[in-house]
T-cell receptor, first 115, second 114 residues
Framework: EAGVAQSPRYKIIEKRQSVAFWCNPI?????LYWYQQILGQGPKLLIQ????????DSQLPKDRFSAERLKGVDSTLKIQPAKLEDSAVYLC?????????????FGQGTRLTVV | SQQGEEDPQALSIQEGENATMNCSYK?????LQWYRQNSGRGLVHLIL?????REKHSGRLRVTLDTSKKSSSLLITASRAADTASYFC??????????????FGSGTQLTVLP
C-alpha cells in the first residue's frame, strides 16, 4: 500500500515570498491533516479536512496560510507571504475515518526554511 | 494548543533496559495514541488505546491509561538501539464525530545506548 506522499521534501525561500506544499493521502482515506512541527516541539494541527470539507482550521493563521483539498483527495497548503517564524517541517497525514478513531499515517514532511 | 505533555523530556538508557514515558492531558478524551518519530522522518503510529480500556500490549510495547488521573504511560521492554527516537502521545478529543482533533504533546526524546 502506498503511503502519504508529500512534495517538495525541502524548500528554502526568502521572507515575504510565497510557497506551496502538496500532499497525496492514502487512497480511500477520508480525513486529511496538515501539521506544523517546529524543531524540538510536537506537531501542531493547522487544518483538518473530512473528504473535501474543512472540519477544523482554528489554528491556521488565515491572514497568510490557506489550504484546499480538491475532490476530497490531494491537498495543497500555501503560505503567502512567509515569515521567518514559519520555518518548520510541514507534515501531512491521513486516516481512514474521521474523528481520530483510526490511526493517522504521516508523510515524510516538507522542511521549510525562511531566510 | 497542546493537550498532552510527556515526561521526561529526554531519557537515556542502555540497550536491554526498559524505558517508561508518561503523558498527562487536560480534558476528557475519546482515545489516546502513541507515535514514534525518527530523526528527520514522519511519525509512525504505535498503539491506540480507547478511553474505556486500561491497558494494551503490542510486541515489546505496553500502554496504560488512567482516565481518572488523565495520564498514560508507554513502556518499551528490552530496548534496542533502533528504538532511539522521539515518542509522542496524541489525544483525540472534541465535540463529536469527525470534528474531534488529534492533538500531540511535546514528546520524549529516547536514546538507547549500545
Amino acid at each position: 500500500e502506498a503511503g502519504v506522499a508529500q512534495s517538495p521534501r525541502y524548500k528554502i525561500i526568502e521572507k515575504r515570498q510565497s510557497v506551496a506544499f502538496w500532499c497525496n493521502p492514502i487512497s480511500g482515506h477520508a480525513t486529511l491533516y496538515w501539521y506544523q512541527q517546529i524543531l524540538g516541539q510536537g506537531p501542531k494541527l493547522l487544518i483538518q479536512f473530512q473528504n473535501n470539507g474543512v472540519v477544523d482550521d482554528s489554528q491556521l493563521p488565515k491572514d497568510r496560510f490557506s489550504a484546499e483539498r480538491l475532490k476530497g483527495v490531494d491537498s495543497t497548503l500555501k503560505i503567502q507571504p512567509a515569515k521567518l517564524e514559519d520555518s518548520a517541517v510541514y507534515l501531512c497525514a491521513s486516516s481512514l475515518t474521521g474523528g481520530g478513531l483510526t490511526e493517522a499515517f504521516f508523510g515524510q514532511g516538507t522542511r521549510l526554511t525562511v531566510v | 494548543s497542546q493537550q498532552g505533555e510527556e515526561d521526561p523530556q529526554a531519557l537515556s538508557i542502555q540497550e536491554g533496559e526498559n524505558a517508561t514515558m508518561n503523558c498527562s492531558y487536560k480534558t476528557s478524551i475519546n482515545n489516546l495514541q502513541w507515535y514514534r518519530q525518527n530523526s528527520g522522518r514522519g511519525l509512525v503510529h504505535l498503539i491506540l488505546i480507547r478511553s474505556n480500556e486500561r491497558e494494551k500490549h503490542s510486541g515489546r510495547l505496553r500502554v496504560t491509561l488512567d482516565t481518572s488521573k488523565k495520564s498514560s504511560s508507554l513502556l518499551i521492554t528490552a530496548s534496542r538501539a533502533a528504538d532511539t527516537a522521539s515518542y509522542f502521545c496524541a489525544t483525540v478529543a472534541g465535540p463529536s464525530g469527525s470534528a474531534r482533533q488529534l492533538t500531540f504533546g511535546s514528546g520524549t526524546q529516547l536514546t538507547v545506548l549500545p
